[in-house]
């Protein structure tokens, strides 16, 4: 399978994860826009782009099954989150409701907008292990107040790699009044996503990561009587529109100066591989292999997993509590001696070590990763097991 | 020298001066990077990408004759103005002097801005024809007032095309005790550009236009004593960064989100590839054969040169009034009829068609341009000449 990709095949490429990895296939596609832009720039940025935008958002929109209008291609889900979080006009003391398990750029965002206007991030404490769905709602919940006025929540976790149940916390949410917001960076091409089931208020997702476009490919979704609330993050010729479309959340949006969207563009080819290959089912396979392959992992290091080791929590991301008090350069050493490219991450005191599984992964990468980590905790001291 | 682009064949390309073009071999140097990337995302994206990154600055900065830390590569002027707008505080009634010759998107951009701080935008009239610089920086100083904070200026304009005095404006504005932001999105590659003598506090400059990097490549320089004032467009991991590099200033505005950043560093093969072709000497070609050739499209729309027909005022650009009440019909049917691609822009209520000359423009593309405008005014009523 790794022959589909372009990647290094001297490197142990357990980190999906972060970036992706663009098949041939779709990067071929990729480059043909680039030349088409190149032919004659003018008629491609202005004219003719923009109807091939438009077939783009609707091959996503129909993978993601929403309105293409409601969709606008972003370069990446901390652009989208950071244009939400500078638009959601909080009051005083308002709270915006999250868990401790967010990706680190966008506490930083929400962190920064909530303290301008006054209001608070509440990071809500989970307890890990998750012991179940039900624990992990109830336990949210408890971060609620009078005040929350907004819930912000990842669908599948960054660092520690776990599917929350954002379907319920959106119902709840509901409920209570609260606008909400799920940060999808990781899941479209990696778990079913039905946008007219989860009924987010706002969505992101990456398409760079599972749904393995080149990078800077992602979207922002809006559900159409929450559009207006949103001024363009940077300011373009779609801001008080001379020549306005039919959409006003596409001309403050999806335009803000030049620049090479042809990675926007390469979606109905990534859509069109993954059913070719059919992408479900070597994901079925990558899924449950992980869950065979990683309580080898927590034996190695003696920990539990974050949650019942189930589908309901686990894609194809597991993330295992890791002892070393030198992470970076604990990874640095998997890649530099061993060429096994893995993420050690921190969240709050803890560092994770992330394996991702694509279907270029095979059980030998596992027990590659196990045998290097043996080797490292035995002959230095960045890590103890 | 067509030859050297990728640019259709079939088309007159008299409009280089929206984007740019981009030579096969510069669009060679962008894929090899993107390949580069696609091998394995983790190391470009985060290690070695941060060294090539660096590398291109160090190219850009020699260009431009600034220190490399003071630059950050950003999408595009858009992009970088809108930081700045963003973040220069301004107080009620506060004002930012420009002209009424400035990018449309950018006097949305301050108009945005100066409206949520209570301040305002001066768009200076500008009397055209510019009879002379004296005149011009006369007229210009007519918008200062004692609320002026800020100046904000073109160094070549976009609809009109026209070199500005910014150096002799950045210098009084000095004088003043005025900011100054400079909107160079036309200059690099096109006009000499030294920063070290502009003196500009901020500058912002394309590189995908006369530089003809790919697309989405520009750049933001500030001053050092300035670079304190300005937050993140796009909060992300290097606001309140865990791990701060030596700049504060490329912490806050290099990294955005995933992206694929392989435009910006095509930098380094835009600048051998203008030395290896001896770019000022065709550069200084296109400029003579555009002041020759210039005042055949004057005569045919029997209107004067914007400014004194020289190369204080004018670089590889040429605006010329135009008589339509159809600009975008015009520009239209000259592309779609006669395969002529040329810009017809509005700045106020006047209408102005744009000429470039670059490399691959020859005498005959403005005979061509001349004889297909004359038979869209005897054949339609889209123009009157």
Redesign the interface.
């Known amino acids: 399978m790794k022959d589909l990709?372009?990647?290094?095949r001297d490197?142990t490429?357990l980190?999906f994860g972060?970036?992706?990895?663009?098949p041939k296939e779709i990067?071929d596609d990729?480059?043909k826009w680039?030349?088409l832009?190149?032919?004659?720039?003018?008629?491609f940025?202005t004219v003719d782009g923009i109807d091939h935008l438009k077939k783009s958002a609707i091959s996503l929109a129909k993978y993601i099954n929403c309105n293409y209008q409601d969709l606008v291609f972003v370069?990446?889900?901390?652009?989208a989150v950071?244009l939400l979080?500078k638009n959601i006009s909080l009051s005083l003391n308002d709270e915006v409701l999250s868990t401790n398990l967010e990706y680190?750029?966008l506490d930083?965002?929400w962190?920064?907008?909530c303290k301008k206007q006054g209001a608070k991030y509440v990071a809500q404490p989970i307890s890990l292990p998750i012991a179940s769905k039900e624990q992990f709602i109830e336990e949210f919940w408890k971060g609620f107040s009078e005040n929350t006025k907004v819930v912000f929540i990842s669908q599948i976790t960054s660092t520690t790699g776990l599917i929350l149940p954002v379907k319920e916390i959106c119902e709840e949410a509901k409920k209570r009044g609260l606008i909400t917001i799920v940060d999808g960076a990781h899941v479209p091409g990696h778990i079913n996503l039905d946008l007219s089931k989860l009924k987010a208020d706002f969505y992101t997702g990456?398409c760079?990561k599972w749904m393995m476009t080149?990078?800077?490919c992602s979207f922002l979704y809006a559900k159409p009587e929450f559009q207006h609330m949103l001024?363009p993050?940077?300011?373009?010729?779609g801001?008080?529109s001379?020549n306005p479309s039919s959409s006003k959340f596409f001309d403050y949006h999806q335009f803000?100066?030049?620049?090479?969207f042809s990675?926007f563009l390469t979606v109905p080819k990534a859509v069109e591989f993954m059913n070719k290959h059919d992408w479900k089912s070597i994901s079925s396979r990558c899924k449950s292999s992980l869950l065979n392959q990683a309580p080898k992992l927590f034996d190695l290091l003696n920990v539990e997993p974050l949650a019942p080791l189930t589908n309901e929590f686990f894609g194809q991301l597991c993330s295992v509590e890791i002892n070393t008090n030198f992470p970076e350069k604990l990874k640095q050493l998997l890649?530099e001696k061993h060429k096994i490219?893995i993420?050690i991450m921190?969240q709050g005191h803890k560092k994770y070590i992330r394996i991702s599984y694509q279907a270029f992964n095979e059980i030998r990468d596992t027990e590659y990763l196990i045998y290097s980590l043996k080797d490292i905790a035995s002959t230095t001291r960045l890590l103890t097991i």
């Open positions: 990709f372009l990647l290094n490197v490429y980190n972060s970036f992706g990895a663009c990067f990729y480059i680039q030349y832009l190149e032919s004659d720039p003018v008629q940025i370069s990446n889900p901390t652009y950071n979080a680190g750029a930083r965002t962190n920064y907008y990456a760079h080149p990078k800077g001024e993050l940077i300011i373009s010729w801001y008080e001379d803000n100066g030049t620049r090479d990675a890649f490219e993420p921190l």
